[in-house]
């Protein structure tokens, strides 16, 4: 099965330092195969046969904690998983000079549409949709200071999600999607 592993908090504002070559190793080092990093804020697509999804997060903190001396929580996702989220993710959104669109990654203690209870949402400025385990939330970049997305940086609620721009996680499905292909031509 192809997987993305979403790393939590890594190399933001110089802490967590990880060097994505250093941690593809760790990932083969553990059985993944076709792996491939994406950027720096910890995306790693890659195939695992062995396991199983629910234990695949936690044998990759360790394996990262052992590697890195870091206590970081990783989110497993499934191209299964990803395809509802595409699905919905409207064309039009981009991350550019105009508008701000990120997906929040919940974990899953997070991950139940009652979360919108949990959110300020302002309808005049902020456009949010949600699909299992991500909310989808998008605003003009001249309204970002005004925005409810602001209001959650910091609250136990932030603690149990990470996030990537539209543009990032357009981009790891991409990856995903050609990783699947690649294998099942082999």
Request: glycine fraction near 4%.
């Amino acid at each position: 099965m192809v997987y993305v592993a979403l790393l939590r908090g890594i190399n933001v504002g110089g802490n967590n330092k990880v060097d994505m070559k250093l941690l593809k190793e760790t990932f083969l080092q553990i059985g993944m195969e076709s792996v491939i990093t994406y950027i720096n804020s910890g995306n790693v697509v890659f195939i695992d046969r062995k396991h199983a999804k629910a234990e695949i997060s936690s044998l990759l903190e360790q394996a990262i904690l052992r590697d890195f001396n870091l206590n970081i929580k990783v989110l497993i996702l499934s191209i299964d998983d990803f395809e509802p989220m595409m699905k919905i993710l409207p064309p039009a959104w981009k991350n550019d000079a105009e508008m701000k669109c990120d997906v929040l990654f919940l974990w899953e203690e997070a991950a139940k549409e009652t979360i919108y209870s949990q959110l300020e949402i302002k309808s005049n400025i902020d456009t949010v949709m949600y699909s299992p385990g991500v909310i989808l939330w998008s605003v003009d970049k001249s309204n970002v200071t005004r925005s409810g997305l602001l209001k959650i940086v910091g609250t136990a609620l932030y603690k149990k999600m990470t996030v990537r721009n539209v543009n990032t996680t357009r981009k790891i499905y991409e990856i995903m999607q050609s990783v699947r292909d690649t294998d099942l031509n082999e």
